[in-house]
């Protein structure tokens, strides 16, 4: 319990965020990317965060019975996890232009609906958290190291 | 066991219970982007009083693998922070707010270290009689 947990969940927070900085990344590289059909043009993925609870990650909880764990008040502890991913629901654009190998028999193509100045506020709000979550881990580290020093001067 | 931790004093727990804190901040921390997720934090007050209601009593063991302790793990309800600002999506996580209850933590946590240590070294002083 306590600062133990602590490395599990700030884990599954770093490893959430950089699921969400991978799916920026991924709708930035497509962001220029046309289709022939409305339904095949690229649309933005964003992750949605859910909060896991402390025993699905926790090694030891087999364990532990469940009267304990409401007497730790441990079960409120969540980590985060990505839930699912969701599509973009912003309209997509059609541009017309018939020279292009793609077009459709109107001469359209259709473009992806990746807004780049959105990815970049996602992005570093992103980043933002991981370095958080990573100053978390280090203070939990040190803290940690010092508690096995104890008594030993 | 029952002398050392009275010699201790109230350090040991005090201890947990800023170990145990400090993973419900970081746990708000890590749910800072959480759609829904509100903010968790003990009262110190309840804390203390829960636990020193409990300071002569000892972790039930109801089964044999259990292992019986002297030290409460009982720090109170966890409660829901008040949030200063309203968000869209209903999380009430304030980055900075739980940043700095983090660090606050974290230095107590150093300082029941250092008073533990002291106590530790008092006792050993005491033990061997001499420097």
Request: hydrophobic share 35%; no cysteine.
């Given at each position: ?22 799916a920026i990344a991924k709708n930035m590289a497509n962001s ?10 690229f649309?933005a993925r964003r ?41 973009s ?23 992806s609906?990746v807004?780049l100045?959105?990815e970049?506020?996602h ?31 | ?131």
């Open positions: 319990m306590g600062i133990s947990n602590t490395f599990g969940i700030t884990g599954s927070a770093l490893s959430a965020q950089s699921i969400h900085i991978d220029q990317v046309v289709s022939g059909t409305e339904a095949g043009a649309r992750p949605i965060f859910a909060s896991m609870l402390n025993s699905s990650f926790e090694m030891s909880s087999s364990a532990r019975s469940s009267s304990m764990n409401s007497r730790f008040g441990e079960s409120n502890i969540a980590g985060v996890k990505v839930s699912r991913m969701e599509e629901r912003s309209p997509i654009e059609k541009q017309q232009m018939p020279g292009n190998p793609l077009a459709d028999a109107e001469g359209y193509v259709y473009l609906n807004n100045v959105e970049m506020a992005m570093m709000q992103a980043s933002r958290n991981y370095q958080s979550n990573i100053e978390v881990l280090n203070t939990s580290k040190q803290l940690m190291l010092r508690t096995l020093t104890l008594g030993s001067s | 066991m029952g002398v050392i931790d009275n010699a201790l004093g109230i350090y040991p727990k005090a201890l947990s219970f800023r170990s145990q804190r400090s993973a419900v901040l970081a746990g708000n921390i890590a749910n800072s982007d959480t759609p829904g997720y509100k903010a968790k934090d003990y009262n110190f007050r309840d804390a203390l009083k829960s636990s020193s209601d409990s300071f002569s009593v000892g972790l039930r063991t109801t089964n044999s693998g259990h292992q019986g302790s002297s030290i409460s793990e009982d720090f109170g309800p966890l409660l829901y922070r008040v949030p200063s600002k309203e968000t869209i999506n209903g999380n009430t996580v304030e980055s900075d707010v739980e940043q700095a209850a983090f660090s606050e933590n974290a230095v107590r946590y150093q300082t029941t270290l250092q008073f533990l240590s002291g106590t530790i070294s008092g006792l050993r002083l005491a033990i061997k009689g001499q420097r």
